[in-house]
T-cell receptor, first 111, second 114 residues
Framework: KAGVTQTPRYLIKTRGQQVTLSCSPI?????VSWYQQTPGQGLQFLFE???????NKGNFPGRFSGRQFSNSRSEMNVSTLELGDSALYLC??????????FGPGTRLLVL | AQKVTQAQTEISVVEKEDVTLDCVYE???????LFWYKQPPSGELVFLIR??????QNEISGRYSWNFQKSTSSFNFTITASQVVDSAVYFC???????????FGGGTRVLVKP
């Protein structure tokens, strides 16, 4: 069974731009969660989608948003990028609410 | 609010030595899950083990073992007979029983020297 896939793997943007990251969960998994990893703040939960509905949300500003499609694929969008948004963005999937399996991540650099 | 603390930031051992990683957590939930993940240099988080809060039985899985003590809110993880390939950052994490919202510790970098 294929694992969680994320695209793109690397991304360079400039301040003020917006970016969209994509995540395809493991087949059959209905929950997709997003995490941000930075050297200063560590791993932080962004939000979780389950059956196309946001089920949990972390403490991030409204510039961070997401959505989930009927095939469970998820996208995360960050608008008006700031330098501090440079991070590794990790997507994880699970069937419902147990073990999350992570993808390889998208490394975003904001210049 | 949930909190996970990994006091050890870095551990260096020689191959074949045992490595024990400490994890202390805080939660008001009565039911929760505890996890250990490994992050090699490639960046992907690899799931290692999961424990339910109502099951304090400690187990061994290959070279991995864990010691879950609810009374002290600790969930320690041991790698027996370490190998160079075990070099990575190890994260302890906590999630409520309902919904996926992992709270991670700061991670412990393990360096296994040949």
């Amino acid at each position: 069974k294929a694992g969680v896939t994320q695209t793109p793997r690397y991304l360079i943007k400039t301040r003020g731009q917006q970016v969209t990251l994509s995540c395809s969960p493991i087949s059959g998994h209905r929950s997709v969660s997003w995490y941000q990893q930075t050297p200063g703040q560590g791993l932080q939960f962004l939000f979780e989608y389950f059956s196309e509905t946001q089920r949990n949300k972390g403490n991030f500003p409204g510039r961070f948003s997401g959505r989930q499609f009927s095939n469970s694929r998820s996208e995360m969008n960050v608008s008006t990028l700031e330098l501090g948004d440079s991070a590794l963005y990790l997507c994880a999937s699970s069937w419902s609410g147990e073990t999350q399996y992570f993808g390889p991540g998208t490394r975003l650099l904001v210049l | 609010a949930q909190k996970v603390t990994q006091a050890q930031t870095e551990i260096s051992v020689v191959e074949k030595e045992d490595v024990t990683l400490d994890c202390v957590y805080e939660t008001r939930d009565t039911t929760y899950y505890l996890f250990w993940y490994k992050q090699p240099p490639s960046g992907e988080l690899v799931f290692l083990i999961r424990r339910n809060s109502f099951d304090e039985q400690n187990e061994i899985s290959g070279r991995y073992s864990w010691n879950f003590q609810k009374s002290t809110s600790s969930f320690n993880f041991t790698i027996t007979a370490s190998q160079v390939v075990d070099s990575a950052v190890y994260f302890c994490a906590l999630s409520p029983a309902a919904g996926n919202k992992l709270t991670f510790g700061g991670g412990t970098r393990v360096l296994v020297k040949p």
